[in-house]
């Protein structure tokens, strides 16, 4: 049988588990030109939100459809095949529906894994899959830090942040995590090496706080969140400083807060890139690669919220937006 995990009502704000619920179906048939996978991880990226209101397709997405499989991406085994380019045993890492099994004709955006896999294979939906890789392009290309830079990173304890700061951390920079909890924060510089942590909550001032913990001013900031915490770091930034905007997760499926001082971008001199992993699709070996050596060396780590079955993905979606991930967020098959 072939489990998905359906739209089951549009999200108002934050999703809930209530907003999915998961169906029952046949295995399909394989039609010609098409192959069926078995997709053993299922990743949670927040990005997904951003299609699930009504009428929010755009071009890299059409909006959900309510009681339709939920968009997301998968780390999928080809078993069955009639598609002459995917063979059985293939491993894939795909923009598949969050569904136990996927029918795909190869149109769908999927970047393919090595036959032997060195590591754990959630870690090619992690650390080495989109969020890894997002962090290595941001930081590597963009921020660029270095032993005299003070970096900032919001949604530092998520699947992005955490692999962010470690890069940064490697290339000899004071690390500056924002959080959302103060266990959050222990863990960051306590197992992860951060140098220190910033909480952020409703009722606290954000740019205060980062002012307190950077006294002489962030050089780098690498953006998860946007909003109110864009604002707040644009404040703290120093002359000449780096933006690598990666996400802005307090926007999504909600109306998003815009930052009122960008005029400081012109007071400051700051460089403010955005990037989009995917665009990068043809350099994702090199950055699998380098993210490989890291990990072998034992430079860094890959830290997981891990939930299991199926049923688990709401949740563990919900998870993101209520903060309760330390690490990537990941539901196993
Ligand atoms: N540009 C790209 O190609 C690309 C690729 C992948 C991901 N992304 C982006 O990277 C960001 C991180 O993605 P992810 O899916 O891996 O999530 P994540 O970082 O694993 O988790 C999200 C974290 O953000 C914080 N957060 C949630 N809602 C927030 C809010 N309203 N205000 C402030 N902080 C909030 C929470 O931590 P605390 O409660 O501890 O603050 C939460 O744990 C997202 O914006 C995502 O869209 C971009």
């Given at each position: 049988m072939m489990h998905s995990v359906v739209l089951a009502r549009r999200p108002v704000g934050n999703p809930v588990e209530a907003d999915f619920a998961v169906n029952e179906a046949q295995l399909p048939e394989v039609p010609s030109g098409f192959f069926l996978t078995r997709n053993d991880f299922i990743s949670l990226d927040a990005g997904f939100r951003n299609w699930m209101n009504e009428d929010s397709g755009d071009e890299v997405l059409p909006a959900m459809a309510l009681n339709e499989p939920v968009m997301g991406l998968v780390l999928a085994e080809v078993i069955a095949s009639r598609?002459?380019?995917?063979?059985?045993g293939d491993k894939l890492m795909a923009r598949f529906a969050w569904q136990t099994h996927s029918l795909s004709?190869?149109?769908?955006?999927?970047a393919r894994l090595p036959a032997q896999l060195e590591f754990a294979p959630s870690a090619y939906m992690g650390v080495l899959g989109d969020t890894g890789m997002s962090a290595y392009f941001g930081m590597t290309d963009i921020a660029k830090p270095t032993e005299n830079d003070c970096v900032l990173i919001s949604g530092a304890g998520g699947a992005v942040g955490t692999i962010a700061g470690q890069i940064a951390k490697?290339?000899?920079?004071?690390?500056?995590?924002?959080?959302g909890?103060?266990?959050?924060?222990?863990?960051?510089?306590?197992?992860?090496?951060?140098?220190?942590?910033?909480?952020?909550?409703?009722?606290?001032?954000l740019a205060g706080e980062i002012r307190a913990v950077c006294p002489e001013g962030v050089d780098v900031f690498f953006d998860n969140v946007g909003g109110q915490t864009l604002e707040a770091a644009i404040s703290n930034?120093?002359?000449?400083?780096?933006m690598a905007l990666c996400g802005a997760i307090s926007g999504y499926g909600v109306a998003p807060y815009g930052p009122n001082?960008?005029?400081e971008l012109v007071t400051k001199?700051?460089?403010?890139?955005?990037f989009m992993t995917h665009f990068r699709h043809e350099r994702y070996d090199e950055a699998r690669e380098q993210l490989s050596t890291w990990l072998r060396e034992g430079a860094i780590q890959s830290p997981e919220h891990r939930l299991q079955g199926i049923e688990s993905v709401g949740k563990a979606f919900a998870d993101l937006f209520a903060g309760e991930n330390f690490g990537k967020t990941i539901v196993a098959l």
């Open positions: 598609h002459a380019d995917y063979a059985v004709d190869g149109s769908d955006f999927i490697l290339y000899g920079a004071r690390v500056v995590g924002i959080v909890s103060q266990a959050k924060a222990d863990w960051l510089c306590h197992t992860l090496g951060y140098d220190a942590a910033v909480l952020r909550s409703a009722d606290t001032d930034m120093n002359h000449r400083g780096r001082n960008l005029f001199e700051l460089s403010v890139e955005g």
